[in-house]
């Protein structure tokens, strides 16, 4: 733990002011002495294992309730950004429609990629939309034909596939292409799971490094799997929510990734 953000009494310091603690209602919390806790943080002795794992599951309940710091953190006014994930929370369509229709409104080619069990119709109707959207401008692909490759997730492929399909959109005169994953399939099969992660990281990386694609993976609220649910969270800048898009105080952060690791010990 030292390597990734110093010492371990400093890792401890950092959830404290991440959670809005002082050092004695941390203590209350982990049921020690508050000169045990600014023991730990002087690195003048260290938590035992028990307390870790609390204090990380502490960071991560926080972390993982997302309807709450989205709904207390103001949202940003912009039109563009990397990418971002929408949870898959009440009203989700009115913002799924309102990200789609303004991708179309700017000039975008907009990309909805749905799962197989859901039809295009079914997808137009449930968001209230109806099929006079410009055909050129707009097109499904299905979950399956971008993610896998004879029945398996094949990362390298669907990167590929992506960037062949961007290239093409910039040829037919689009200046982006705004992106729509339907991902909750992926996200609730547990064989996918890290496939999901590591995807993710390399999809962070693809997004950042240029500037003609972006949009939105739709996943479902943190759950059971929690180590998943920490790394989705990790890897994404934006939170898109009914206000617009949040920035993610919880993005590329070293305190979760370490707390997440406690967690499952």
């Known amino acids: 733990m030292g390597g990734r953000s110093g010492s371990l009494g400093k890792w401890v310091q950092e959830v404290r002011t991440k959670l809005g603690l002082n050092q004695f209602e941390l203590a209350q ?22 307390c870790l794992k609390e204090l990380a599951r502490l960071y991560l309940d926080q972390a993982l309730d997302v ?25 989700m369509e009115r913002i799924v429609r309102r990200f789609l229709l303004q991708g179309i409104s700017l000039g975008y080619k907009v990309v909805y990629v749905h799962p197989e069990e859901e039809t295009p119709e079914q997808v137009l109707e449930r968001l209230g939309l109806d099929d006079n959207i410009p055909e050129k401008q707009f097109q ?49 099969n547990p064989r996918h799971a890290c496939d999901l992660i590591a995807y993710e990281y390399m999809s962070d990386s693809v997004f950042h490094s240029q500037h ?13 799997d929690r180590a998943l649910a920490t790394c989705l969270l990790c890897r994404h800048p934006w939170v898109l929510t009914s206000q617009g898009p949040v920035r993610n105080p919880y993005y590329h952060d070293a305190v979760l990734c370490q707390a997440r690791s406690l967690e499952g010990w």
């Open 29 to 50: 919390r982990l049921r020690v002495h508050w000169v045990t806790i600014s023991r730990w943080e002087n690195d003048r002795g260290e938590p035992k294992l028990g």
């Open 212 to 224: 003609r694609s972006h949009g939105v993976g739709i996943y479902p609220l943190p759950g059971g």
């Open 140 to 188: 499904f692909l299905k979950l399956q034909e971008v993610f896998f490759q004879r029945g398996r997730i094949v990362l390298g492929e669907v990167l590929w596939r992506t960037r062949r399909f961007t290239e093409q959109a910039m040829a037919q005169g689009f200046r982006r292409v705004r992106w729509i994953a339907d991902m909750r399939p992926l996200a609730n």
């Open 67 to 91: 309807r709450k710091w989205t709904s207390e953190i103001p949202p940003v006014r912009v039109a563009l950004f990397s990418h971002g994930i929408l949870y898959d929370v009440p009203g």
